[in-house]
């Protein structure tokens, strides 16, 4: 998970194109070109703007850069955070801790990043992709059996907007 998604450069995503394009492939192939989700795209495109919030980006950033917050505690509660600064050339190191929090309050032990890959072909395949060699499938093909997954999955009442109980995360410069 964090190589295939927390090391990716700005210059690795093309909000106009809507793609992520994978430089470093475990394939023969070498690079492999991803099509996005209209909301990955609002969500890649929301984390540019908090990240220009603290100065210009530039290529070379990491798409899921470091941002530094500022706890304030109470004892050893903490009662309320906010982001006070950002290094675009560290990556987001916590991934695997956010991971364990996000099955624990979801009830799902011993479920696996990767297990998402595995659903998510299910479901493709249950909405009518052709996954014969869906990894080499045309990309506009395979940007349709994506939109087509979003919308199954959010009328089945999982829409990835939906309250989590998360608090937004405040990214104005202090």
Same mark, same amino acid.
């Given at each position: ?11 690795? /995503? ?19 070109? /991803? ?16 990240? $220009? ?7 070379? =950033? ?8 500022? #706890?304030? #505690? ?36 011993? #479920? ?23 990894? =080499? $499938? ?23 907007? =939906? ?12």
């Amino acid at each position: 998970m964090q190589c295939a998604l927390g090391c990716r450069n700005v210059s690795d /995503v093309d909000l106009f194109a809507k793609t992520l394009t994978i430089r470093k492939s475990k394939t023969a192939a070498g690079e492999r070109i /991803v099509p996005l989700t209209d909301v990955t795209v609002s969500v890649l495109a929301r984390l540019r703007r908090s990240a $220009e919030a603290f100065g210009p980006v530039e290529p070379v =950033h990491d798409v899921f850069a470091a941002f530094v917050p500022k #706890f304030t #505690f109470s004892g050893k509660r903490v009662i309320d955070y906010n982001v006070t600064g950002f290094d675009p050339t560290r990556h987001l190191n916590s991934w695997r801790s956010a991971w364990r929090t996000l099955t624990k309050k979801a009830r799902l032990p011993g #479920f696996r990043f990767h297990d998402l890959r595995h659903c998510a072909i299910t479901q493709l395949a249950e909405n009518g992709a052709l996954l014969e060699r869906y990894s =080499h $499938e045309r990309m506009e093909a395979k940007r349709t059996a994506m939109e087509a997954l979003a919308v199954s999955t959010k009328a089945a009442g999982y829409d990835t907007n =939906h309250d989590t109980n998360a608090r937004p995360v405040s990214t104005r410069p202090v």
